[in-house]
C-alpha cells in the first residue's frame, strides 16, 4: 500500500518562501514518477510541478515563472518543492502525486496516489 506525505506548509508573507516535503512509503520510490499539484478553495486542482523517477527531467506550471524548483532524493523516499517569491495567488492545499512511470506528467487522471495535501497560505 501506497502512502504519501506532505509536510513543510504552513502561513508566510508574500515574498517569503517555503519548501515542500513529500515521503513515500509502500513501494518503490525510484520507479515512480512524481508530481505537485495545488488547489484553492472554489478551484480546480491544477498541476504545479513534475519530476521523473531518475530526477533528470522536470516540468512547471507556466505561472510558477522561475520561482519553485522541484526536486527529489530518492535515497529518503522523498520529494520537494522549493517555492520563493511566493505571492498571494500561491495560497492554496498542495498535493505530491505518484505514479509507476518513468517521464513527467502532467495531468491529474495519470496519478496513482495522492498525499492528503498541505496547506500554505500566502499574506500580503
Known amino acids: 500500500q501506497v502512502q504519501l506525505v506532505e509536510s513543510g506548509g504552513g502561513l508566510v508573507q508574500a515574498g517569503g518562501s517555503l519548501r515542500l516535503s513529500c515521503t513515500a512509503s509502500g513501494g518503490s520510490f525510484s520507479s515512480y514518477a512524481m508530481g505537485w499539484f495545488r488547489q484553492a478553495p472554489g478551484k480546480e486542482r491544477e498541476f504545479v510541478a513534475a519530476?521523473?523517477?531518475?530526477?533528470?527531467?522536470?516540468s512547471y506550471a507556466a505561472f510558477v515563472k522561475g520561482r519553485y524548483t522541484i526536486s527529489r532524493d530518492n535515497a529518503k523516499n522523498t520529494v520537494y518543492l522549493e517555492m520563493t517569491n511566493l505571492k498571494d495567488e500561491d495560497t492554496a492545499v498542495y498535493f505530491c502525486?505518484?505514479?509507476?512511470?518513468?517521464?513527467?506528467?502532467?495531468?491529474?487522471?495519470?496519478?496513482?496516489?495522492w498525499g492528503q495535501g498541505d496547506q500554505v497560505n500566502v499574506s500580503s
Open positions: 502525486a505518484e505514479v509507476l512511470e518513468h517521464g513527467v506528467k502532467l495531468d491529474r487522471g495519470e496519478y496513482e496516489y
Open positions: 519530476v521523473s523517477r531518475s530526477g533528470y527531467s522536470t
